[in-house]
């Protein structure tokens, strides 16, 4: 294919995408209501009976509840919009490598789901329920509905991105770019770079939290050494091979090319009677 049919193929992509998106983004606005709420439940468990989240600006309310539409959408979209980007990519792999395709959709699709669901469940609510332990009588915790929705959206969507590790590990293991070895030979270093991650993204100083932030992770790690071991390459690199062979080619030419010289040798000088 050329750059402009690639161009050609990129803009059919995006345009599948954008209308699958779009009929996600349909039947969201459906249940906009009951989506908002469940959005909101881990941060109206902090505050008191009575208390709300407040808006100041005119437009906050309406692009609160746009976004809401916009991330369900999203979530009910992804396993078209994943499906997209393999087929975009899908011609530059052998036809073993595009057997991938229905793996790689799920795998992506349950790491959407499972991240989206840890950081509601496990991360958001315990950043906010951090967060309101220093309300008191002379501080009051009043949040803004734009900033509790932006951490929401900010963790939703590193959660979802590191829940993406297995279906990338699927990938990168069948073109050979990593193996199981190397995930296993390195996984003191991704443990230690888990952790600091975990400092990063738990608000208490509590190990235990630390901790249960960081379990996850490590299991997804885990699990993508399994998955690089089972798709990988069975046996010797075929440039390994192909290097190899070369060797013994040039071994061999170079032994028959001795062999003949020495014959040469002893034909120029007779033997002795």
């Known amino acids: 294919m050329g750059f402009l049919e690639h161009l050609d193929e990129l803009r059919t992509r995006i345009i599948r995408s954008c209308l699958a998106l779009a009929a996600g983004m349909l039947v969201a606005a459906i249940f906009y209501q009951r989506l908002a ?39 009910l979209a992804m396993p078209g ?24 959709v799920i795998l992506a699709s ?63 293991a069948r073109i050979r770019l990593v193996t199981a070895r190397f995930l296993w030979q390195h996984l003191k270093y991704a443990i230690l770079a888990i952790f600091i991650i975990a400092a990063f993204l738990t608000p208490s100083t509590d ?29 010797e690199p075929a440039e390994t091979s192909a290097d190899s062979k070369l060797r013994l080619v040039f071994a061999a030419a170079v032994i028959d090319r001795a062999w003949k010289q020495r014959q040469r040798t002893r034909g120029d000088f007779p033997r002795a009677v």
């Open 37 to 75: 709420d469940f959005i909101l439940q881990p941060t109206l468990r902090v505050l008191k009976p009575g208390e709300a989240l407040v808006y100041l600006k005119p437009g906050e309310g309406f692009a609160f509840y746009f976004d809401v539409v916009l991330i369900g959408g999203a979530i």
């Open 81 to 104: 919009v994943t499906y997209q980007v393999w087929r975009f990519i899908a011609p530059a792999l052998y036809a073993r490598e595009k057997r991938l395709a229905v793996p790689f």
């Open 110 to 172: 349950i790491g959407s789901i499972g991240g989206a669901a840890f950081s509601h469940y496990v991360l958001f609510p315990g950043m906010i329920a951090f967060f309101g332990t220093f309300n008191s009588p002379t501080i009051r915790f009043t949040p803004r509905l734009e900033d509790t929705f932006e951490l929401y959206k900010n963790l939703l969507l590193g959660m979802v991105l590191v829940f993406q590790l297995p279906a990338l590990v699927l990938v990168l």
């Open 207 to 235: 190990p235990w939290n630390q901790t249960a932030f960081a379990l996850p992770m490590i299991a997804l790690y885990l699990i993508s050494i399994v998955i690089a071991w089972i798709v990988g390459p069975k046996g």
